[in-house]
């Protein structure tokens, strides 16, 4: 599959979806957001794919926010079309492998709503998060306001929000946005590493421990962790449960099938 405005590339286990435009800080247009989509619908079809991690071309922005010039010809009811941002990180959030931003620049706007839309994040030092859409006299539409909220709290979401105030990787750290920070040289390393560590999970522990938290943090405590109770009924009757626990009880690493 070809792609003009992004990079798909695969190392063993893990996929990385690259924003190819670095000469427009790869900023997100609609048709790199509809390469997106194409590139989840490869990796989910992959079976040999076990993590994604996204990043962005160049070592100056991970997404600089969404194509200004198409944003100021946006029509009311283009926000409920399915090609839309807020739908394709919806797509994103509730992808069935687990996903890692890689945050090596700029993440503005849309582009850090791209970040909060993965499972883990983790950005360079020199990193810088925002969303300055309230210069524009908009709002972050594609998930900021609440995605944002949920991970770092009310208090902080309103400031970084209503201020359009950028912070570093270590501010990100420091305030729970991003898991881990390390030097631009090691970020590659730092997302590898985590992914690799999710990699050596039970993938279909791995699938429905997103299902349990994505899910549960939607509704009240008694029925998330209903949730959670038959999620685990379901882990009780697989062959990699079987696997999982005669490998630890044997002292060995052990060797899951996803069945």
């Known amino acids: 599959m070809s792609f003009e405005n992004i990079l798909l590339e695969k190392k063993e286990q893990i996929a990385y979806i690259i924003i190819n435009r670095p000469e427009r800080r790869n900023a997100l247009d609609i048709q790199t957001l509809q390469e997106i989509v194409a590139a989840l619908e490869d990796c989910k079809n992959d079976q040999n794919v076990g993590c994604v991690i996204f990043t962005g071309k160049g070592d100056k922005s991970f997404a ?12 009311p009811f283009d926000v409920f079309h399915p090609s839309s941002m807020q739908q ?22 849309g582009g850090c709503e791209l970040a909060l839309a993965c499972d883990i994040r983790v950005a360079a030092e020199t990193a ?111 062959e990699d449960k079987i696997e999982g626990t005669k490998a630890f009880l044997e002292k060995r690493k052990p060797e899951f099938t996803g069945k």
Do not use: H
């Not at 600089?64 to 029509?75: C, M, R, S, T, V």
């Not at 394709?88 to 706007?109: C, H, R, S, W």
């Not at 929000?161 to 950028?166: E, N, Q, S």
């Not at 421990?209 to 509704?219: H, M, P, V």
């Open 64 to 75: 600089a926010g969404a194509d200004i010039n198409q944003l100021k010809e946006k029509q």
């Open 88 to 109: 394709v990180y919806d797509q994103i959030e509730y992808f069935e492998k687990p996903t890692i931003a890689m945050v090596n620049g700029y993440a503005l706007g």
């Open 128 to 238: 810088k998060f925002g969303l300055p859409e309230l210069n524009l006299s908009i709002i972050p539409g594609a998930g900021g306001t609440q995605r944002l909220a949920r991970i770092v709290g009310k208090g902080k979401a309103l400031e970084m929000i209503l201020t359009g105030k950028m912070i570093d990787g270590e501010e990100a750290y420091r305030i729970g946005l991003v898991s881990e920070v390390a030097a631009l040289e090691k970020l590659p390393e730092k997302a590898e590493e985590i992914a690799k560590q999710i990699l050596s999970k039970g993938p279909l522990a791995v699938k429905l421990a997103k299902t349990a938290i994505n899910f549960g943090l939607e509704t009240n405590i008694r029925t998330g962790l209903l949730i959670e109770k038959l999620s685990q009924a379901l882990l009780f009757s697989t």
